[in-house]
């Protein structure tokens, strides 16, 4: 996708340069052209590649004065300036008109300009200063991986951040205008105002995490940090959408949701994790969704499942048990599922009786390996209840499982096999056992 944006605005910015050889104005280093609709007005279609622009709020060009009044897009791509001084006269800024500018430190948005649009500082390495105006109502992806961005301050009027408007940028502090009333920031992740929605997540410092119980939706691209290893996802979660967790690089183990019904295209990409349970309900997993996810191998599938998406295991070259527990093989898109070395090498199994199904579709059939299993009673163990128990301060748990215990901000507070584990803050615990979550108040 990055490489396909590069090359649209590369066609772009040539395209720019034939239009401003045949009707373009220079004014100090500067290329405008005239713009029709409006009076005596002008905006800039390309700069040259100076340390630190100055932008005039008024040009001469033949001897009469135009008004600076829009930026182009792609105007200044891949310019070598350090800072750029933008005048007041300014109320419009296009798309990608500050991409790859990789020496840009700093720089202050007009009074006049409502919305950052897509790409605006996509891939400038050193910005670590931007004052955004306070009529600011909507930010697209406009900081797509800023590495050197660490704060921001939201103003009061932004009703709309568009979803993956922060993918990659590290940001360690983003500060909503007390007046806002649409989005807060807390303990490093980004929600709407009441938290139903999980916008972007940023703490790389927390290794595990569990998603709020306010949070009904995650939202597209939502998390995309290094460190964060366990992702716990409540049950209240009716939606996450796609790529959400794509290029966690160092998550190594997810519980998805129990309500979800479709798994979105690319949803755990480029992750570690190392296998997956996908929950009873779900009917769909799209296209690319665990697609080069190196470490995996064990996934199950639920018997809900009719649909399978093309790529949607290309590049799990570690894979080693697919357990299916659909007695009917899911309708499968494309041959372009898996690796040649996972039907080579992977077993694949399937329910008691469904054997020649399996071994008669097109795409499930190219198994080498494909066993019967009896699945039943594996369900009822897999989801059996376990006791919970708060006695004082003290969390007791039945059975000998890996037991993990969390608060409610995601903090791991205990994790191994000790069944008796005493907290002293009071607040909400989560005790997860497998795939079994528990909640309790001290």
């Known amino acids: 996708m990055k490489n396909i944006v590069v090359l649209l605005v590369a066609i772009l910015v040539n395209s720019i340069n034939v239009f401003a050889d045949s009707s373009s104005y220079d004014v100090d280093g500067i290329l405008y052209k005239i ?8 905006e800039i279609i390309r700069a040259n590649s100076i340390e630190n622009i100055v932008i005039p709020e008024v040009v001469n060009i033949e001897n009469i004065e135009y008004k600076v009044k829009r930026i182009h897009q792609a105007a200044f791509y891949e310019n070598k300036m350090k800072t750029i001084v933008l005048p007041e006269s300014i109320d419009s800024i296009e798309g990608y008109v500050f991409q790859y500018c990789k020496n840009l430190e700093r720089i202050t948005i007009p009074s006049n300009v409502k919305v950052l649009s897509d790409g605006l500082f996509s891939y400038c390495d050193l910005l670590m200063e931007i004052n955004l ?3 600011l109502t909507y930010i697209k992806t406009s900081f797509v991986d800023c590495p050197s961005l660490r704060k921001l301050k939201i103003p009061q009027n932004v009703t709309i951040i568009g979803a993956s408007a922060f993918t990659k940028s590290p940001i360690e502090e983003l500060v909503i205008d007390e007046n806002n009333n649409h989005y807060a920031f807390i303990d490093g992740v980004l929600y709407n105002k009441d938290q139903s929605l999980l916008h972007t997540y940023f703490d790389s410092a927390n290794k595990d995490f569990v998603v709020p119980e306010t949070v009904k939706t995650i939202e597209k691209r939502a998390f995309s940090v290094r460190g964060l290893k366990t992702i716990i996802v409540n049950d209240n979660v009716e939606e996450i959408k796609e790529a959400a967790f794509a290029h966690c690089y160092d998550l190594e183990s997810i519980k ?10 690319g949803l755990l990409t480029y992750t570690g994790i190392k296998t997956i349970e ?5 009917t769909s997993i799209a296209n690319f969704v665990f697609s080069n996810c190196e470490q995996l191998e064990k996934v199950s599938m639920p018997s809900t499942l009719e649909e399978i998406g093309g790529y949607s295991f290309r590049g799990c070259t570690a894979l080693k048990e697919i357990n299916l527990y659909s007695v009917t093989p899911p309708n499968a898109i494309s041959e372009m599922h898996f690796s040649d070395v996972t039907y080579e090498l992977a077993t694949l199994n399937v329910p008691i009786g469904s054997l020649e199904l399996y071994k008669g579709h097109g795409v499930w059939g190219k198994f080498v390996n494909i066993n019967e299993i009896d699945y039943s009673g594996i369900d009822t163990i897999k989801h059996k209840e376990i006791s919970v128990k708060l006695i004082g301060n003290t969390i007791i748990v039945s059975g000998n499982e890996n037991i993990e215990i969390y608060d409610i901000s995601g903090n791991v507070i205990y994790r191994g096999e000790n069944t008796h584990v005493e907290v002293s803050v009071p607040g909400v615990y989560i005790v997860r056992v497998g795939d079994i979550i528990k909640k309790v108040v001290l």
């Open 278 to 282: 996908i929950p009873e309900g779900v």
């Open 35 to 42: 713009i029709p609709e409006e009076d005596c007005a002008v």
């Open 133 to 135: 105006p306070v009529g």
């Open 256 to 265: 998805l949701s129990n309500t979800i019904k479709r798994l979105e295209s």
